[in-house]
């Protein structure tokens, strides 16, 4: 994972790999049969480091910790952008597809975003409906603004920028019936 955040998804192989790691190339063709099995591997890592982010985040309540897990989001693009590649803009072959693979619980944050929608429709604080369709709406907004970030669309401090995601949040949270 170091050599994917340090070298970037471009020039990401085997042989940079190895010179990384201190071994020969062949020593992680033994491992990897070739560059997109690596890359697999490095999905799964990434979505690992993902989901520990987002399993960290504690809140009381389902819609703060909704909140908390956007802005997460945000600051994982910021913080570790080729990790963030691996588990949402790179094919790798471990990305999860919609619906069969969120239906199925194979995202484990998606399912924790599920199970706060469902919480808060639960207690009257959320307006009813299909809870995956809504998690996915809060991500495609996040998503949409950290790729919109990345495309160097933002002229904004850090600080600004994740405020502005932060405020996108609530704007979908509204739509979707949630009450403050």
Avoid: N
Wanted: aromatic share 8%; net charge positive; glycine share 8%.
């Amino acid at each position: 994972m170091d050599e994917l955040q340090g070298s970037g998804v471009e020039k990401f192989s085997l042989r940079a790999v190895g010179v990384a790691a201190g071994v020969t190339p062949m020593a992680v063709y033994r491992h990897y049969r070739d560059r997109e099995a690596l890359l697999a591997a490095a999905g799964e890592e990434a979505f690992s480091v993902w989901k520990a982010r987002a399993g960290a985040i504690k809140a009381a309540q389902p819609l703060d910790w909704l909140r908390r897990v956007g802005r997460a989001y945000a600051e994982f693009a910021l913080d570790e952008p080729a990790l963030f590649d691996a588990c949402f803009v790179l094919r790798t072959s471990v990305e999860r597809l919609y619906p069969a693979d969120f239906v199925a619980g194979k995202s484990p944050v998606v399912a924790l975003a599920v199970k706060r929608i469902e919480d808060a429709q639960a207690r009257g604080e959320m307006a009813p409906g299909d809870a995956l369709e809504a998690a996915m709406a809060l991500w495609g907004q996040i998503h949409g603004l950290v790729m919109l970030h990345r495309a160097g669309r933002f002229a904004m401090k850090r600080k600004d920028y994740l405020k502005l995601c932060a405020r996108s949040v609530d704007h979908v949270l509204a739509g979707l019936g949630a009450r403050r």
